[in-house]
Structures are given as structure tokens and as C-alpha cells.
């Protein structure tokens, strides 16, 4: 089954809140992630309410929900990129401050991404559906993807996006990667060229039992 990914734009107020549950329902019955309904709505009405507190009420902002691999993402875009989300010791009286330990609870993993002039607060939520019902490419492809996203984020500023990092942006991140790398075994004193050589062998060999 392809999964498109569903974005979209919207402008943060608590009105809006049910309309985004009611679409997520709707999306994950048609994605047949009907058991993750209750969760992933869990975690819009959060990431939102999030938005609404520490950003503002009429915030423009972006849902986008998609698959990552085996996961679920959801992920909501802000343009503030100093007021970050955080864990909070909320007690049992408090009122607030138990958003993020929700999603923290509920969700796989979760995180915070700084891009030019916004801000990407996502969750997973595991599928339990095998890598290429969500995405090609298996646990080798996820974890590349993480450290370019890391890499992205924390490199050369790229383009903005919707989701992961584009497939021109992750080309660019993978460049200056491998590039640092390159200048690391030089400065351990090792063979670089040897060292892609291995990898490019160890590669074809892992794609040729793949196919096989």
C-alpha cells in the first residue's frame, strides 16, 4: 500500500485541534493503522497545543504525518525556533506541563529539529508493519537517515522542507558527511581511498544478497 504522505497548513487555535483529530482518523483508517488512531491523535492534539502555548494562538503552522521506515511520523512546523519543547516534572495537581511527557510515553521516539526560520517538533509511533510497507531500504536506510538528519541539522543550512530531509538535501548532508569522514582518516593517518574501496565492496556485496 502507498502511504502519501498527508500535510497540511493551518493556523494554530484550539478550534482547529478536533478538525486535525478527525483528519488523522481518517488518514490512518485509510492507511490501515486503524490501532494507532487514538495515539497519533494524542499527539497532534499535543504537538499543536504546544504551538498555541509557548508560540501563540494564530500561529501559522504544518501538520505533516507520513511514514519513516516502519513508523509513523507526525510532525508540526513552527516558525519559532527559540521556544523549544521540552520534558517538564509536572505533579499531580499541576495543570499543565504534561504534554511532552505524554508524547514522551506514548511515542517510540521524539525530538526537536532547527531548520532556517522554523522549528520541526515530530514523534514515531511504530507500526509494526515491515520496512517496505513504509519506506524501501530496511535498518541500514533508517539509521543513514538519522545521522544525515542530525547532520542536516546541526551542518550546512539547507533548503526548507516538508518532512525528512528532501532526497537533493540529503545528497548535499551525505557529501559534507562522508567529506568530514574523509578528513578524519586523514588525520588518523589511514588510507582513505582503501577505506572506500572496503565500503563500496562491502556495499555491492549486501546489495547483491538482497537481490539474490
Known sequence: MVRTPWIV?????????AALRRRV????????????????Q?????????????????????LAVLMNGSSLRIEVHDPDTHALPALVAADFESEGGRGMALVEAITDRWGVQLLAGRK???CELATGLPSQEGQAGGPRVTRAEAVLDLY???GPKLGSRIGRLSIAEGEEAAIFLI???LHWL???????????DRAQMRFET???????
Do not use: M
Not at 481518517?26 to 497519533?40: I, P, T, Y
Not at 586523514?186 to 572506500?196: I, N, S, T
Not at 549486501?206 to 539474490?212: A, I, L, P, Y
Open 9 to 17: 497548513e493551518f493556523t494554530a487555535r484550539e478550534e482547529e485541534v
Open 152 to 154: 542536516g541539522a546541526a
Open 25 to 40: 482518523r481518517e488518514h490512518l483508517g485509510n492507511w490501515g493503522l486503524r490501532d494507532l488512531v487514538d495515539e497519533a
Open 42 to 62: 494524542l499527539c497532534v492534539s499535543e504537538l499543536v497545543a504546544n504551538v498555541i502555548t509557548h508560540v501563540g494562538a494564530g500561529t501559522p503552522t504544518t
Open 186 to 196: 586523514r588525520a588518523h593517518g589511514r588510507d582513505a581511498d582503501d577505506v572506500l
Open 206 to 212: 549486501q546489495v547483491s544478497e538482497v537481490g539474490s
Open 120 to 122: 520541526v517538533t515530530w
Open 179 to 181: 567529506t568530514d569522514l
